[in-house]
């Protein structure tokens, strides 16, 4: 049975149209995709990629990143 992780995506509205979204976890790993919808079904496919890469060369997942959020006065 295949073993499920979770991974956190920054999603980003692009000024001209789109969605851009990276994953903080697996560095390099960014997509886009003309609609959120489809930004993060990119997202899965690029996390499911890096992923196999990082098999077949035989390296370990990263962990987990640990996302914070922090208030500021603007």
């Known amino acids: 049975m295949a073993k499920h992780r979770e991974f956190d995506v920054f999603v980003q509205p692009e000024s001209d149209g789109g969605f851009s979204v990276s994953v903080p976890a697996l560095p390099g790993c960014h997509t886009q995709g003309e609609t959120r919808k489809e930004a993060l079904e990119m997202a899965r496919d690029a996390i499911e990629g890096y992923l196999e890469v990082l098999k077949a060369e ?6 987990p990143s640990q996302i914070e959020r922090i208030t500021v006065a603007a």
Do not use: I
């Open 58 to 63: 035989g390296r370990s997942l990263p962990e």
